[in-house]
């Protein structure tokens, strides 16, 4: 079963609009990376965030992540239609092994 | 500088040949990793290299997959008798130690016959 579950499944906003994508998973981690996926292409990653941090800013992007909870979220702030994407978080697995375990996605539309 | 190369980025065989995917990962990178991702789908998590070493091969989805790193640089997965539920885009990426993030490739589109 997936480690890490997106939420929403997809998401349409307008342009300079907020996005917020959450993603929950189920076991204690060491670290939750988010990444971006342009159709066809590979992932880019966006942010790391280890398991003794609650927030990191970097640009217009900011990640949360609550240990308690299980559950980290992205912010996209004033969104442009460049951003539009899929985007996945990925948990490195609880066993010490180097294996991520990546979510679903949100695939998310920005409409300029 | 060069990011993780991919090779090749589309193979259409048919049902029961072998195919061989190719890596290359960023200079330096000692980390490397294998995903497949079906159509509309996340990553599912196949193999990954701490130098020519996989500690963790449990991925795999059955014994026709098998993988290998040599020199620390090139990977190779391999998909012996391939099945139509192969089909997929199979994604490699490195990164420059274990636990830090990763660069990925394009991918090698798999369709199977």
């Known amino acids: ?112 | 500088g060069a990011g993780v190369s991919q090779s090749p980025s589309n193979k259409v065989t048919e049902k029961g040949k072998d195919v061989e995917l190719r890596c290359d990962p960023i200079s330096g990178h000692t980390a490397l990793y294998w995903y497949r991702q079906s159509l509309g789908q996340g990553l599912e998590f196949l193999i990954y290299f701490q130098g020519n070493s996989a500690p963790d091969k449990s991925g795999l989805p059955s014994d026709r997959f098998s993988a290998e790193r040599t020199g620390g640089s090139v990977s190779t997965l391999t998909i012996q008798r391939t099945q139509q539920e192969d089909s997929a885009v199979y994604l490699c990426a490195s990164s420059l130690e274990m636990a830090q993030p990763q660069h990925f490739g394009d991918g090698t589109r798999l369709s199977i016959l």
């Open chain 1, 1 to 112: 079963s997936q480690q890490g579950e997106e939420d929403p499944q997809a998401l349409s906003i307008q342009e300079g609009e907020n996005a917020t994508m959450n993603c929950s998973y189920k076991t204690s981690i060491n670290n939750l990376q988010w990444y971006r996926q342009n159709s066809g292409r590979g992932l880019v990653h966006l942010i790391l965030i280890r398991s003794n941090e609650r927030e990191k800013h970097s640009g217009r992007l900011r990640v949360t992540l609550d240990t308690s909870k299980k559950s980290s979220s992205l912010l996209i702030t004033a969104s442009r239609a460049a951003d539009t994407a899929s985007y996945f978080c990925a948990t490195d697995a609880p066993s010490g092994t180097y294996k991520y375990i990546f979510g679903t996605g949100t695939r998310l539309k920005v409409l300029a």
